[in-house]
């Protein structure tokens, strides 16, 4: 165990605004800073830290503590690791002493950073050591690295043999689990034994903000017919869209600046490091997200963006253009000159020329889109300019400030007199309509996203629910199994759903038992419908009266829902008594009613779940892109089921002896057939 002196010494050493500045931009106010809160979504600044006392607040959320608590929330670490991060950081000796059993989950996280710790040492041995890394070594030396640069960054080697760091790493005693949850290995198609991720390739670890190794890209040395880069897939502690690499090495010198720049090979970074250009980091392979900069966005204010000059470079540009700008940054972009990259402009010119280039040609957004324009001769032609002011007006739509917006509305209008004359209250009209389509895209985003993550949580109690009891076994009403789906609110509530709700409330107890064998809240698209179905389940548990007259005499919205789900039945049943001088029975066999909306809810479920996969499909690609393709087809199979079978043949008969015993979690449904 750590002793309490060892642990106060690191305490007293560790600057809590320090680290917690490597997560959260903090801003002084008064003896304290504050900033917006790690731990929940918020517009306005709720989070403090207060250096006289070494404590943080969330007066938002109520998350507080001290900066050890910080640290293993922050990094999912246990207390222990926590401290020793911190000791190794300020310089606090701590011996090797540790008995403290921590989380399965943390043990895990833990172990995987031990994993890809080893990986980066053996791979920067077999740099130095292994002769087959002569190859990278050359590519090194070309680039004008030697081997403080391989020690500073951490650059590495593979072996091509395909098992040496299993081997390695099985010898000096690592858990396989730990290996493969880093991504370091995979298991062998043989059947048996695994083989090295990264093989033949020249390594370059990727770094968290604090400096912990947490991915690899590894790069192609020949002429193989091959990516160029293979990264590390995703894991407990690497989230590629929220990690930028050399923010380790840049972060404290983007604070300085206030400015981040921002390029796009590691070597790009590498190079402009070594060359006293320190507020450099690359977006780790990917394309530019908003998690990278909001990342980007706790150290500086400004960021200046350069890519290549190709079509892929530009197209990249423009993205991340859109993003800064909705992060709410400062945005200028710089264009080296013709076959330039920001390795070989340094290497030639110097880092003076860079930053002397950098503050001649750094443009704003607006100019570097006309500029763009111009270039392609798409100013020149009529058809063409309000395509580009469209194009333009979009990017200024993703910035949140109005008074910005404004600002940047007017700079565009004055721009654009020479090309085309255009009145600036077309130009704020055309941008309200851009900002209304942007709030919808957003919201149908959400909706997507809120989607992916469930359909994330929930696939395994999906797959063993939704094709249940008679259909295998019946979803229980309390568990998982129709999440997954966005939630909407509809202008006109489901008929099958009112439905549902009509029955339970008209027949009682025994109808709700029915329902409930068979649904699940997360089946209902309108918000109110789903709330009430909800108080149906609790009343049902509590034993508490379920029926029209007891929600007519509640408060809103259920006096008013009850009117809605009912009315439709009468006025239905009137227009058909006035037609044919009959009355209408709708309720003559109220199961056959039952099963028949059971089944358009479940139908409607599984359609939006097609589309969903869909969209997923279409932006995933590898393994991951099977996987989803596998998962469509089930649900294309079970959505087949429903559209075709009768509903007497997809849910039974009610038992006339109904098993009325409800648990704190699920209705249990005596069926048919059942001893």
């Known amino acids: 165990m750590i002793s309490d002196e060892k642990k106060e010494e690191v305490r007293a050493a560790a600057d809590i605004v320090e680290v917690v500045s490597d997560y959260v931009k903090l801003k002084r106010s008064g003896s304290g800073f504050v900033g917006l809160c790690p731990y929940h979504d918020e517009k306005t600044p709720s989070f403090n830290v207060t250096p006289r006392l070494e404590i943080f607040k969330c007066f938002g959320c109520g998350e507080s503590g001290d900066v050890f608590k910080f640290v293993m929330d922050q990094e999912g670490v246990g207390f222990n690791e926590a401290v020793r991060q911190l000791a190794e950081r300020y310089g606090v000796f701590i011996p090797e002493e540790d008995n403290e059993e921590p989380s399965e ?15 980066g040492v053996f791979y920067y041995r077999n740099l130095i050591e292994n002769p087959e890394a002569e190859k990278a070594i050359k590519y090194l030396e070309n680039r004008g690295y030697n081997r403080e640069v391989y020690k500073k960054f951490g650059l590495g080697f593979s072996p091509s043999g395909g098992e040496e760091l299993w081997k390695a790493a099985k010898n000096a005693g690592i858990d396989e689990n730990y290996l493969v949850e880093a991504d370091l290995i995979k298991p062998s198609n043989r059947g048996s034994g695994f083989y090295d991720t990264f093989r033949g390739r020249l390594m370059f670890p990727i770094f968290n903000p604090t400096g912990k190794v947490i991915a690899f890209a590894g790069r192609v040395l020949g002429n193989e017919k091959t990516a160029k880069y293979i990264n590390s897939s995703q894991t407990k502690v690497y989230n590629k869209s929220e990690v930028v690499y050399g923010v380790n090495f840049a972060r404290n010198e983007i604070r300085k600046n206030k400015e981040v720049i921002l390029v796009e090979g590691y070597t790009d970074v590498i190079t402009l490091h070594e060359h006293g250009i320190k507020n450099v980091v690359a977006s780790s392979g990917t394309s530019l997200t908003s998690g990278q900069m909001k990342i980007l966005h706790r150290y500086g204010e400004r960021i200046v963006m350069i890519y290549d000059s190709d079509d892929a470079g530009q197209t990249a540009m423009k993205r991340g253009i859109n993003i800064a700008l909705a992060e709410g940054m400062e945005v200028q972009l710089l264009e080296l000159p013709e076959d330039q990259d920001p390795d070989s402009f340094v290497k030639q010119f110097g880092k003076e020329s860079f930053e002397e280039l950098k503050k001649e040609e750094s443009g704003d957004f607006v100019d570097f889109l006309l500029l763009k324009a111009g270039e392609e001769g798409r100013l020149e032609k009529p058809t063409e300019i309000p395509k580009v002011i469209a194009e333009i007006l979009e990017s200024i739509a993703n910035i949140k400030d109005s008074i910005q917006r404004q600002v940047y509305v007017q700079y565009l209008h004055q721009k ?21 389509d942007k709030r919808w895209e957003e919201k149908r985003s959400q909706r997507r996203e809120e989607a992916r993550q469930r359909f994330q949580d929930d696939r395994v109690t999906q797959d063993q629910g939704m094709d249940g009891g008679p259909m295998d076994e019946p979803p229980h009403p309390s568990g998982e199994p129709f999440s997954g789906r966005p939630q909407p ?5 489901p008929h099958f759903e009112k439905e549902l709700i009509r029955l339970m409330i008209t027949y009682g107890r ?14 209902f698209e309108d918000d109110e419908l789903r709330t009430f179905y909800e108080d149906i389940i609790e009343r049902y548990k509590e034993e508490k009266e379920i ?41 003559k066999n109220p199961y056959k009613t039952a099963k028949s909306s059971i089944r358009a809810s479940q139908i409607n479920f599984y359609r939006h779940k097609q589309n969903e996969l869909a969209d997923k499909i279409a932006a995933a690609n590898g393994e991951e892109k099977l996987e989803l393709m596998e998962r469509q087809k089930d649900i294309k199979s079970k959505l087949t089921r429903r559209e075709t079978t009768d509903p007497d043949d997809l ?19 005596k069926m048919k057939g059942e001893e």
């Open 105 to 119: 989950n943390t043990q895990l996280r833990e172990g995987i950073y031990h994993a890809l710790k080893f990986a």
């Open 416 to 436: 654009m007199q020479k090309f085309q004359k255009v009145k600036e209250s077309d130009l704020y009209e055309q941008l309200e309509r851009v900002m209304n």
């Open 489 to 493: 609110r509809s202008r006109k509530k």
């Open 510 to 523: 025994s109808m709700v038992e029915y329902i409930c064998s068979f649904t699940n809240s997360k089946l």
């Open 547 to 587: 029926s029209v007259n007891t929600y007519s005499g509640m408060d809103d919205p259920f006096p008013r829902l009850v009117g809605d789900v009912l009315l439709e039945q009468h006025t239905a049943s009137d227009r058909h008594e006035e037609k044919v001088g009959l009355k209408y029975e709708k309720d």
């Open 651 to 669: 849910y039974p008969d009610p038992d006339s002896d109904i098993d009325h015993q409800v648990n704190d979690k699920v209705f249990q449904y």
